[in-house]
């Protein structure tokens, strides 16, 4: 992996969390970084001290760059707010002679300074001076950032946004231009584009309504209807995937069992493991603090008396619950494995979340994924617990069942 950030005479150090399981050909910083960076220098603009708000800042290259300038700092994955923590540790020595930039986390990891970060967007202060977007990938959470933004901002704020030229689509600006005001684009360069948004007190007023989170319904395996709610960045959120749907035919849980729902989304599996066996032990773990959100909503919503048996852990792959659990006591492990990372394909997630499944199961604990048929995690599985048995399967999902012996 390349990690030598070098940009207008400066140099960090900058990873991918976790470093030691990405490609090789994987970098934590991308053409719009420069651009963000390069733009400002040029214009003779500094970050502002305290009073700066950088979201969607994927693996903490901004956040890092900018550490001095004590920045507020937002992002809803759990692993970007590793990245920047293991990227302001690795720079400490670039900010020698600023104590300013001190390194500080609260109890559970969280940097507290120099960089202010944020898991909800209600928190982020009001009236910055400048906010800097990094677009995301699902378009309903920058819809849903600008309309956190349109309470916080004035006109005298200064917005600017990038991304690759392929992601700064009509639709992206028509969100910029319909929350907050006038909007252009730069040229392109190194593949990717600026983003300058003049905030409108005209536009600002005028009455906005979220759509998030969006509610719908859907039956588990028993026939209860499920009201799921999904906030804006959950992974399929305006209906239920096809590998899942399937999943829920074929899911046996019983009441004395604890089961983690890994990567959970809304908590769909979950959900359908507590309409089985209401008073099994549910763990919700995901990446997204929206998506862990979401699942306590539908918990609440549906399963009202399982709220004591259930818990939410933000988490790369279950590496948090391990560390606060130890191994070797959860019974079932359901999994419906991403392969993909920001806008890189990779399989390091599903092999970890693999082994980490193996170390949290019990002996005789199953784990049990849904996946697209050509992904061939059966091989993956067979490495990592020696053997594994298909339970069932259709012409494009398989689900695979791996037993901890």
């Known amino acids: 992996m390349n990690t030598c950030f070098s940009l207008l005479d400066r140099e960090l150090e900058l990873v991918r969390y976790p470093a030691k399981h990405q490609h090789k050909s994987l970098q934590a910083w991308d053409s719009a970084d420069e651009l963000i960076i390069e733009h400002l220098a040029s214009q003779e603009l500094t970050f502002p001290q305290g009073n700066g708000i950088i979201l969607n800042d994927d693996f ?6 900018y550490a001095a300038a004590r920045p507020h700092w937002y992002s809803d994955s759990w692993i970007a707010h590793r990245s920047l923590y293991a990227n302001l540790n690795h720079n400490t020595s670039a900010f020698q ?22 898991g909800q967007l209600s928190s982020l202060p009001a009236k910055p001076q400048l906010v800097i977007i990094k677009i995301p990938r699902t378009l309903a959470l920058l819809e849903q950032q600008l309309l956190v933004l349109r309470d916080k901002i004035d006109e005298h ?14 639709t992206v600006l028509a969100l910029f231009e319909k929350y907050l005001g006038p909007t252009s684009t730069s040229l392109a360069q190194k593949k990717s584009r600026l983003i300058f948004c003049q905030p409108q007190q005209s536009t600002l007023t005028q009455p906005q309504t979220s759509p998030y989170p969006t509610c719908w319904e859907h039956p588990a395996s028993t026939g209860q209807t499920l009201t799921l709610y999904n906030h804006a960045n959950v992974f399929s959120r305006a209906s239920l995937d096809i590998g899942a749907r399937l999943m829920l035919d ?50 609440t919503a549906n399963f009202p008396d399982a709220l004591a ?24 492990v359901l999994c419906n494995p991403p392969f993909h990372q920001q ?47 298909v339970l069932a399967s259709n012409r494009k999902f398989v689900i695979l069942s791996a037993a901890k012996r």
Not at 259 to 284: E, M, R, S, W, Y
Not at 321 to 326: D, V
Request: charged share 20%.
């Open 60 to 65: 903490g290259a901004l956040g890092t760059w």
């Open 97 to 118: 002679g600023e104590p300013q930039c001190e390194l500080q986390c609260d109890d559970n990891g969280v940097v507290t300074a120099p960089v202010s970060t944020h």
């Open 157 to 170: 704020t200064r917005v600017l946004a990038a991304a690759k030229v392929k992601s700064v689509t009509k």
């Open 250 to 299: 074929h899911m046996h849980v019983t009441n004395q069992e604890k089961v983690i729902d890994l990567g959970c989304g809304n908590g769909i599996l979950g959900l359908n493991a507590l309409a089985i066996a209401p008073q099994a032990a549910v763990t919700f773990v995901d990446e997204s603090f929206m998506a862990l959100a979401s699942a306590r909503d539908n918990v």
């Open 309 to 332: 048996r259930c818990d939410y852990v933000a988490s790369n792959c279950l590496e948090t619950l391990l560390q606060q659990n130890g191994d070797q006591s959860y019974d079932k």
């Open 343 to 389: 806008n890189a394909v990779t399989d390091h997630i599903a092999w970890q979340m693999f082994n980490d499944s193996r170390k949290a199961l019990r002996r005789g604990g199953h784990l049990i994924v849904v996946a697209n048929r050509h992904l061939d995690y059966h091989v993956k599985l067979k490495k990592v617990f020696g053997g594994v048995k």
